[in-house]
């Protein structure tokens, strides 16, 4: 498995403020493109710093999928008022989630 992590910086985020409003529609776009297998997305409210990591079956689907991650990455950074500062490429040696 690999992963792709993008980094966004933008104003904090209030106690308040919703993490969640978009995220189906992000989820939709991504969702059908091959070898994908999840995404998070992390956020630091109190310096509005935040990560998203997709998770890719393999290598190559992380490849190819490059133009449409761009696409997105910069889209949801306009809408939220963030701006990109880095993309960084990783082989996952382990993953483990509790059900």
């Given at each position: 498995?690999?992963?792709?992590l993008s980094t966004y910086q933008?104003?904090?985020v209030?106690?308040?403020?919703?993490l969640?409003?978009?995220?189906?529609e992000i989820v939709?776009?991504?969702?059908?493109?091959?070898g994908f297998?999840g995404?998070y997305?992390l956020v630091?409210?109190a310096?509005?710093?935040?990560?998203?990591?997709?998770l890719w079956?393999d290598e190559?689907?992380?490849?190819?999928?490059?133009?449409?991650a761009?696409?997105i990455?910069?889209?949801?950074?306009?809408?939220?008022?963030?701006?990109?500062?880095?993309?960084?490429?990783?082989e996952v040696?382990?993953?483990h989630?509790e059900?």
């Amino acid at each position: 498995m690999f992963a792709r992590l993008s980094t966004y910086q933008g104003s904090p985020v209030p106690a308040e403020g919703d993490l969640v409003a978009h995220s189906e529609e992000i989820v939709r776009q991504v969702q059908d493109a091959p070898g994908f297998r999840g995404v998070y997305y992390l956020v630091d409210r109190a310096t509005g710093e935040a990560k998203s990591l997709t998770l890719w079956e393999d290598e190559r689907s992380m490849q190819d999928s490059e133009e449409l991650a761009h696409r997105i990455r910069e889209e949801t950074a306009r809408r939220e008022g963030q701006h990109v500062v880095g993309v960084r490429h990783f082989e996952v040696g382990f993953s483990h989630l509790e059900p």
